[in-house]
């Protein structure tokens, strides 16, 4: 069982940005994908960005237009992501996940998720 947790997230100006971080319980985590998403506030869970066992391919949602980067460092059990020209639609709990499933940008696609960390974006 890979527990993960999330740091990095907290009150940012419109603009501004984060850098989130999900570090893994087992080193084992180097064997799966891992993947970002976020809830807004009366809304469903949003894909945003994926990266490969390796690290060597990166996925990532068309709405974000370039403005995050995902990234992972499996010495460490970790992966990142940041996030710069951030606008209160940005603001959400962010969850990192792992998994092997077939799809990328569904839920299905992950075993393993974390609490969740809030980012508050204000204008």
């Known amino acids: 069982q890979v527990q993960l947790v999330e740091s990095g997230g907290g009150l940012v100006q419109a603009g501004g940005s984060l850098r989130l971080s999900c570090t893994a319980s087992?080193?084992?985590?180097?064997?799966?994908?891992a993947g970002w998403f976020r809830q807004a506030p009366g809304k469903e869970r949003e894909y945003l960005a994926a990266?490969?066992?390796?690290?060597?391919?990166?996925y990532y949602a068309d709405s974000l237009k370039g403005r995050f980067t995902i990234s992972r460092d499996n010495a460490k059990n970790t992966v990142s992501l940041q996030m710069n020209s951030l606008t209160p639609e940005d603001t959400a709990i962010y969850y990192c996940?792992?998994?092997?499933?077939?799809?990328?940008?569904?839920?299905?696609?992950?075993?393993?998720w974390g609490q969740g960390t809030q980012v508050t974006v204000s204008s």
């Open positions: 996940a792992a998994g092997s499933g077939w799809s990328l940008r569904a839920d299905s696609g992950y075993a393993y």
């Open positions: 990266i490969s066992v390796s690290g060597s391919n990166t």
């Open positions: 087992l080193r084992t985590f180097s064997m799966y994908r």
